[in-house]
């Protein structure tokens, strides 16, 4: 019963959804401003924004100035930053303002980050001072890092208070804070020295200290960490929140779990981008201009396009090779093309055991072994099925002996080479994702077809 009931609300709110996306321009259209407010009434701020972000650049503005401004913030909070910063631009000083002042200050510096200097200037000149103050605090922190994705809007409070006067200070404190649902216990210095949950203090005793209640074993780490870090500390110790501090370990933010989530989102599809060999610089793809995709796409496919041309110059040095059995050209693609594939697949799983940690306990050389003989299995099974193919449709038994261990040999090299290139590249501190599919299936190409045509003169006495 309880999943037919989620499921009629997952299927209405869908339903919703794609209501709003269908009537939301159409109202704007025709200048149906009352029923444009109407019709978002019920719709979550998630959703307004997917809804926004689907407009035409001249309704974008009309549509985001019906919403109220207790709603506003939270939708411009959703949107893609090539959509805020459209919007922003478009804004009065004064309507600009009021939306960046009453921003998270982590959402603040985000989108600093995608604005033009000049705006931003203009922009962190006129806030509230306090304001101005945290978001120069996070902007004064390198991109990526824990120090930059922090929020300031947490609640600490000493260890000596008991659990009545603490809970005195929440009610003062919590609607100011982002993270209500830990509490953060500080000596006199700001010093991190325990957490407690709501529910610990809730549950405490009146007259007994935080003090007492708190846990001492925090998860933390420092401005520095990277984001990657972060969302894997999160992860593996299944918080809502992490504690960000300094050198000192004064605390200063913290970072939250539906951060993390967009950390993850982001690293996934910058890992995919590079694995597709398409540069990345955190854009939505499908949101950039038809020329900035060719600027994406065109480094990497030149850079294979050189290295492919390697195989051309390789197939002209066995031209005679060719020449006497012409039969030896029609494989020619099968091969490079099963290698890449094997390629390909033990780099994927190698650089995704790599990025989420599942080889952290594994030495690498029992990795590139395991792949080693997995590309033999393959390369024996497939092999052997070619050399059958072969002889009976073809009649060439030396042929298909030549296609068969050719076949043998590139699977075990092209998973070999899968498995080691993201390790070297992670070695020396590269991002093994650039060890991309593309390259590496251009790698196995030009070892297969040495191996194929070399192969090629020893069995068949050419």
Same mark, same amino acid.
């Given at each position: 019963m309880k999943?037919?009931?989620?499921?009629?609300?997952?299927?209405?709110?869908?339903? /919703?959804?794609?209501?709003?996306?269908?009537? *939301?321009?159409?109202?704007?259209?025709?200048?149906? $401003? @009352?029923?444009?407010?109407t019709l978002l009434v019920p719709v979550q701020p998630v959703d307004i924004a997917e809804a926004i972000e689907d407009l035409p650049k001249? /309704?974008?503005?009309?549509?985001?100035?019906? *919403?109220?401004?207790?709603?506003?913030?939270?939708? $411009? @909070?959703?949107?893609?930053?090539?959509?805020?910063?459209?919007?922003?631009?478009?804004?009065?000083?004064?309507?600009?303002?009021?939306?960046?002042?009453?921003?998270?200050?982590d959402d603040r510096a985000r989108l600093f980050d995608e604005l033009p200097p000049k705006l931003v200037r203009r922009?962190?000149?006129?806030?509230?001072?306090?304001?101005?103050?945290?978001?120069s605090l996070l902007?004064?922190?390198q991109a990526d890092t824990a120090g930059r994705l922090m929020t300031p809007e947490y609640i600490a409070l000493k260890e000596h208070l008991t659990a009545t006067q603490a809970q005195e200070k929440l009610r003062t404190l919590a609607y100011k804070s982002e993270v209500n649902y830990y509490i953060y216990v500080t000596d006199s210095t700001k010093h991190l020295i325990g957490i407690l949950s709501l529910k610990d203090l809730i549950i405490a005793e009146p007259e007994q200290t935080l003090g007492e209640i708190m846990t001492q074993d925090v998860i933390y780490t420092d401005t520095n960490t990277d984001q990657e870090e972060v969302a894997r500390l999160i992860q593996r110790y299944d918080l809502l929140a992490l504690p960000i501090v300094d050198k000192d370990e004064n605390l200063l933010g913290v970072i939250t779990v539906d951060d993390v989530i967009d950390i993850l989102q982001e690293e996934a599809t910058e890992d995919i981008y590079k694995m597709g060999a398409v540069e990345s610089q955190g854009d939505n793809y499908f949101q950039v201009g038809l020329f900035e995709v060719a600027k994406k796409r065109f480094p990497w496919l030149l850079l294979l396009l050189v290295t492919n041309s390697i195989t051309v110059i390789l197939l002209s040095q066995y031209e005679a090779v060719l020449d006497e059995v012409v039969a030896l050209a029609f494989f020619t693609p099968l091969l490079i093309g099963a290698g890449g594939n094997v390629g390909a697949q033990s780099s994927t799983v190698v650089i995704r055991g790599i990025s989420t940690e599942a080889l952290r306990d594994k030495k690498p050389i029992s990795i590139i072994i395991r792949e080693l003989m997995s590309g033999g299995l393959l390369g024996m099974i497939l092999g052997s099925l070619v050399i059958i193919g072969i002889f009976l449709f073809l009649g060439h038994q030396e042929v298909g002996l030549t296609v068969g261990m050719s076949l043998l040999a590139i699977t075990m090299i092209a998973a070999?080479?899968?498995?080691?290139?993201?390790?070297?590249?992670?070695?020396?501190?590269?991002?093994?994702?650039?060890?991309?599919?593309?390259f590496i299936t251009t790698i196995v190409d030009i070892l297969g077809i040495f191996i194929y045509l070399n192969l090629a003169k020893l069995f068949l006495g050419l």
């Open positions: 999943n037919t009931d989620t499921t009629t609300f997952i299927g209405s709110r869908s339903e /919703l959804r794609e209501l709003v996306r269908t009537q *939301l321009q159409l109202l704007l259209e025709q200048k149906n $401003y @009352e029923g444009v407010k001249t /309704l974008q503005v009309i549509a985001f100035r019906l *919403l109220k401004k207790s709603e506003a913030i939270d939708v $411009y @909070e959703y949107l893609e930053p090539t959509v805020q910063q459209s919007l922003i631009e478009e804004f009065h000083d004064q309507e600009a303002i009021a939306i960046v002042n009453d921003m998270s200050p922009l962190i000149a006129q806030i509230a001072p306090e304001e101005r103050e945290v978001t902007l004064g922190y070999t080479t899968g498995a080691t290139l993201p390790y070297v590249f992670n070695y020396f501190g590269l991002d093994p994702a650039l060890m991309s599919a593309p």
